[in-house]
């Protein structure tokens, strides 16, 4: 049977041994060319091939629950649920999206794109349909990476303690993005390992029995040894400490030995945990050797693997980079990420400070306030985490950094549309919800030469600040010393008509606009307001006292951005010209291109001339 035969999972419940093979490397093949041409997460999804067969065979999905953590790696579900035709327009405008959406179809049982949430989640549905006196299985798919974040084991606390069924499959590959950290990885190591050996060793025990003569004596000292190992394992039975079973490690490459598996606990009054070993990227020889660079990427040339246009170093690295080179005159400079050194561009610091980098994990919150610990400590932490992930940690920030006034410098990567990865992937709430917060500094720069600028303000001022920015600016020689806190710049002369202020990459935008408007006789002023919190009430005075208009732009939500702070204090001084505000509208952005979604948003050069004659002309 064809890939694009499978209609639904019940295609493939009775395909016999050697058909499954068949199918696993021509759903490995539809990934690999799709991927290449649209981008996406390549090494997760060729990791978890043979699981999702396995679980869809076992279980009865739409009315069984699958819930993948991440949801990166959902592509062989999408392709085995109905939606191989569409696979070519996956995380492309108005396709596919690249992780489960309920929207999309009956088979997405929940909404997934941040980590450690599905054992939570899986839970309350557990929980829901015991209350409604329904009968269905619940199973989180979840990899030893997301297990690193606190919520799992919030959840695994939760659903032990109460005894309510439901299964997490452990997707174990060793990888996060980079190579998994903390205690936990360790021991699932060893799980890994020590299953591995006594296996081994068992067919050694026998060989050894069979030798004539001194084969019982040597087998009964080699017992003992094994027993020696055997009980440290049981010791460090984790799982089993949180009320949960533990079943594996079994191979997560053997379709059929996790079929056999997952039947006969299918249906198991209580919860469990069955750990599979997977290898991620397997099957496409580039991601097998590079996991970490082939879990997200950019459209690649299958052959050579490599990139086919190549984008240069992000925001993120060049920034990284400048604080490396910072750090060996400043001891007191330390870093801080969450499970994405590498992204967001702290590969070089770890290598060149591995005793002032710390990776703790996709725990965003513990990031937060371990960092608060270190400036409490007289450290100088930069956390760098994107816009998006830092969201869970809102409260630490508020309550762990600026209440305590504490110089921790958060670097927001990512800011504004993300792309083809989505509304859970985009930074379009990072100024409402740091702007909130008293104390904070919120910064965002136009160029990497001022994002250097507002890294060296950062270490010389002790006080809480964020800085944002997205994954690429356009290369400016900006004049040195352009970037000063708490005022804006002007980048145009100044006309009366009316002042554009925006800050960051949208300025791009708003240049053309600008000139958009120029050749319609209206003369606008564009202001890069690159420190967004506080806002410089001195250019508004300025404005009020000149009766220009304002229309503020930004690659943001509305509601709570940086144009309703403008408009707030606007209001406060009674201003005297009409005050306009134009971005992101109150609803969740989709997935697809930066540029296809600010022209669907109004947010292109056109766009914002548009909007921007409406205010002034009415
Ligand atoms: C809250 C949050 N922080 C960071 C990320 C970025 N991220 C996506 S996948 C991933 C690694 C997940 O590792 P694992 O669960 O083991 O899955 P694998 O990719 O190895 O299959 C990370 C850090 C995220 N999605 N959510």
């Not at 303690?161 to 980079?178: K, R």
């Amino acid at each position: 049977m064809k890939l694009k035969d499978i209609a639904s999972p019940s295609s493939i419940k009775a395909l016999p041994e050697k058909e499954l093979k068949r199918l696993a490397s021509e759903i490995r093949a539809e990934i690999i060319r799709t991927v290449s041409v649209n981008g996406g997460h390549l090494a997760s999804n060729l990791g978890a091939v043979e699981l999702t067969i396995a679980l869809h065979r076992v279980f009865d999905c739409p009315e069984d629950k699958l819930i993948f953590d991440v949801g990166h790696q959902c592509y062989t579900h999408k392709l085995l649920t109905g939606r191989s035709a569409d696979f070519s327009t996956i995380r492309k405008l108005d396709g596919l999206c690249g992780f489960p959406r309920r929207e999309e179809s009956p088979y997405d049982a929940f909404n997934t794109g941040h980590a450690s949430t599905a054992i939570s989640a899986a839970l309350g549905m557990a929980r829901a349909r015991d209350m409604r006196g329904e009968n269905y299985n619940v199973v989180a798919v979840v990899g030893d990476g997301a297990l690193t974040g606190g919520m799992c084991y919030e959840a695994l606390n939760d659903a032990g303690s109460q005894n309510t069924p439901l299964m997490v499959v452990l997707n174990d590959n060793g990888m996060s993005i980079s190579r998994n950290v903390g205690a936990l990885s360790k021991q699932l190591t060893r799980l890994r390992v020590s299953r591995g050996w006594l296996e081994t060793k068992k067919n050694v025990a026998d060989a050894l029995r069979r030798v004539p003569g001194v084969g019982e004596k040597l087998h009964d000292a080699f017992q003992r040894v094994k027993n020696r190992i055997r009980n440290a394992f049981i010791r460090d039975k984790f799982f089993t400490a949180l009320g949960f079973q533990y079943f594996g490690p079994i191979d997560g490459h053997d379709i059929q030995g996790m079929e056999r598996v997952f039947r006969s606990l299918k249906n198991v009054d209580r919860p469990l945990v069955v750990h599979v070993v997977t290898k991620k990227g397997s099957g496409f020889h580039h991601a097998e050797e590079k996991p970490d660079a082939f879990h997200g990427v950019a459209p690649f040339y299958i052959e050579t693997g490599r990139a086919r246009s190549e984008l240069g170093p992000s925001v993120g690295t060049v920034g990284g980079g400048y604080i490396t080179s910072l750090a060996e005159n400043h001891p007191e400079i330390c870093v801080v990420t969450a499970a994405m050194t590498e992204s967001t561009g702290f590969g070089e610091f770890s290598k060149r400070f591995p005793k002032r980098l710390f990776d703790v994990g996709i725990a965003e919150e513990h990031a937060v306030t371990m960092a608060a610990g270190m400036a409490a400590g007289g450290m100088r932490p930069f956390v760098a985490i994107y816009e998006t992930f830092l969201q869970r940690a809102f409260d630490q920030i508020a309550v762990d950094v600026c209440l305590q006034n504490l110089p921790v410098c958060f670097l927001l990567d990512r800011a504004g549309i993300g792309g083809e990865d989505g509304a859970t992937h985009h930074g379009l709430m990072g100024v409402s919800m740091l702007r909130a917060i008293p104390n904070m500094a919120v910064l965002a720069p136009r160029s990497e030469h001022e994002l250097k600028e507002m890294i060296n303000w950062a270490l010389s001022h002790g006080r809480p600040c964020a800085i944002r920015y997205p994954r690429s600016l356009p290369k400016i020689k900006a004049p040195e010393g352009m970037f000063r806190f708490g005022t804006w710049q002007s980048l145009t002369p100044h006309y009366r008509d009316v002042a554009i202020l925006a800050s960051s990459a949208i300025l791009r935008e708003c240049e053309e606009a600008v000139e958009l408007l120029s050749s319609d006789g209206i003369e606008a002023y564009l202001i890069n307001a690159s420190t967004i919190q506080p806002l410089n009430t001195d250019c508004l005075k300025y404005l009020a006292q000149k009766k220009i208009p304002i229309v503020t732009v930004e690659e943001h939500f509305l509601s709570g951005g940086f144009g309703s702070a403008v408009a707030a204090c606007c209001a406060k001084m009674k201003f005297p010209a009409p005050v306009a505000m134009i971005g992101l509208p109150d609803e969740f952005v989709p997935h697809g291109s930066r540029s296809l979604l600010l022209q669907r948003y109004g947010l292109d050069g056109p766009g914002i001339a548009r909007q921007v004659k409406k205010a002034v002309k009415g």
